[in-house]
DNA sequence: CCGTCGAACTGTACGGTGTCCAGCATAATG
DNA sequence: CATTATGCTGGACACCGTACAGTTCGACGG
């Protein structure tokens, strides 16, 4: 497996970036480190710098992939429900990626390019609940934050409460934020 | 300055939690070690083992010390802006703090003392607006939540929006959240 | 007053982290 | 074929949290 020096391994930022998926499905988030990813493309630790500019950056891109399995609400669906189910899921997702919430926070939302995707098919469909544009992101930074506090709430180590009575809260809460916005 | 061994230095756990507050003022939550903590004291790293149980634990502790210079809401304000006021003046706090607010979401909001002094207080306002006891907890967890994001994309490494406009859209937001409460 | 005991503190060390530097072999380019 | 650019390595630096064993002191029971 460790090459004579020189020979190349043949990475690449993809291979890189799966590998990170890996180790974090594998060992969570404080088991993902430089060494623990390039120790699981067989490769020493400082050979990623050459694909990836720091951990900070890996990290930011594992969060958006994970994001990509999100799918986009329909743009023909009711407004209400439509956006009300984007962040259900996005709390389901968060869910089940646990180690990720903190993360997630940390960076205080993802800016990657899925990430955006999302954001702008919820403008959409804000603009037919009456919501104009530039108060949609007003709106659409509400429901995130939100959402994602709550996901804090549920994957937290102590979890006094379950992610199930969690997520009928949010669900209620988020209509409040919705009709709140649809009003004004 | 370094002791012969054997002397005292005659710590304690406030001196400690001091000291804690002063190294994280000073270089900032990056910046705040044991080892940094230590030294701050004139003392071996390790020392400080003997009054705190973990770094966790020493953080968690700063954390609700923070908390102690938020006033709680009068009994007799008036529920809604009283609620308003405390969240919008835990957001100020949380701003004048920045690197604090990525610590509190990694403990998922504090629990300590004078958090829920700060909870029961605003559990008397909810009453008063009509919500009744199991459904505050609820509500109070919502609105802190809430408040938690919006300090967190404040303060922000990237921050494209300065936070006065984050406070003035989480007025709005609480707000909607408050009418929402008072509706159901 | 003395012996004992427990607590406070030390030095040392282990295993981990992210990341930089210099060197070298290979692949790509002229 | 000669040259340059790239990918990777070994090694190192400066940290981190914390466990272990040992020393020395303050306090307390006899």
Known sequence: MPRTPGQRAGLTYDAVLAAARDVFAERGRAGLSMRSVAAHLGVAPNALYSHVADKTALVDALLDDVLGSLAPPPADADPRTGLREVMLATFDLLV???????????????????????????????????????????????????????????????????????????????DWLLVGASRS
């Open 96 to 174: 089940t990626h646990p180690g990720l919430v903190p993360t997630y926070l940390e960076r205080q939302g993802a800016r990657g390019p899925r990430a955006r995707a999302l954001g702008e098919a919820m403008t959409v469909l804000l603009a037919r609940l009456g919501v104009d544009e530039d108060a949609a992101g007003r709106v659409v930074r509400a429901l995130i934050v939100h959402t994602l506090g709550y996901a804090a709430l549920a994957t937290a180590d102590d979890a006094s409460l379950t992610p199930d009575q969690l997520r009928a809260d949010l669900e209620v809460t988020l």
